[in-house]
Structures are given as C-alpha cells and as structure tokens.
C-alpha cells in the first residue's frame, strides 16, 4: 500500500509530504495507481521549483524506489509560499481523488 503524509505547520500551511510504499495493484510496469501517484509528486516537485521558483528539500530512495520526502524550505517570499501551498494542496487532493477510486492501494494520513 502507498501512505501519503501530509504535514501542516501551526498556521495550516502544508510543509512536507512523503510518500512510501508500493501500491502493488497490478504488474511492474502495469500499475496504473502507482504510475498515478509517482505522476501526481514528481509533477507536483517539479512545479514548485519551476512555478515558485525554489529548490524544495527532496530525499528519494533512487534504488528501490517506493519513498519520496519533499519539504518546502522556509527561506522563501510570500509569493513563492503561496505559490508552493497551492501546488501542494493541489496534489493532496488530486491524490485524495485517487483514494477514493482505489482506498485498498493508497491511504493519506495527516
């Protein structure tokens, strides 16, 4: 199963999301909800740094796979702030969607 976590700071505002896991809902190169979900973040990183125009904290597991941990930085402007934020939750409910249509395969927590 995929978990996505979502954290807030004090004020609401999304700082990190982390993705783990392996929806395993169908054969390697056939999964359509981890193709969705893997689409889903590293669009929504690549976003950030070129919509907001900042590097956010990234650590993935390149060998295995299956882990994605994506903070914002906090030494950006308001503009880029909101910029992130709306991506962000963007991608928390563009993947709340997939939850939906497929809860056995991916789960949020936040």
């Known amino acids: 199963m995929i978990q996505a976590l979502f954290k807030r700071d004090e004020d609401g505002n999304l700082?990190?999301?982390?993705?783990?896991?392996?929806?395993?809902?169908?054969?390697?190169g056939s999964d359509i909800v981890c193709a969705a979900?893997?689409?889903?973040?590293f669009g929504a990183t690549n976003s950030i740094e070129a919509?907001?125009?900042f590097q956010p904290l990234v650590e993935m597991?390149?060998?295995?796979g299956g882990h994605l941990y994506v903070e914002v930085i906090q030494d950006i402007n308001r503009e880029q702030s909101h910029i992130a934020q709306i991506l962000l939750e963007s991608?928390?409910?563009s993947i709340g969607t997939i939850v939906e249509e497929y809860?056995?395969?991916v789960k949020i927590i936040k």
Request: charged share 20%.
């Open 37 to 41: 979900v893997s689409a889903l973040t």
């Open 15 to 28: 700082v990190s999301f982390e993705i783990t896991g392996h929806a395993e809902s169908g054969p390697d």
């Open 91 to 93: 991608l928390l409910l």
């Open 51 to 53: 919509l907001a125009g």
């Open 61 to 64: 597991d390149e060998e295995n």
């Open 103 to 105: 809860p056995e395969y």
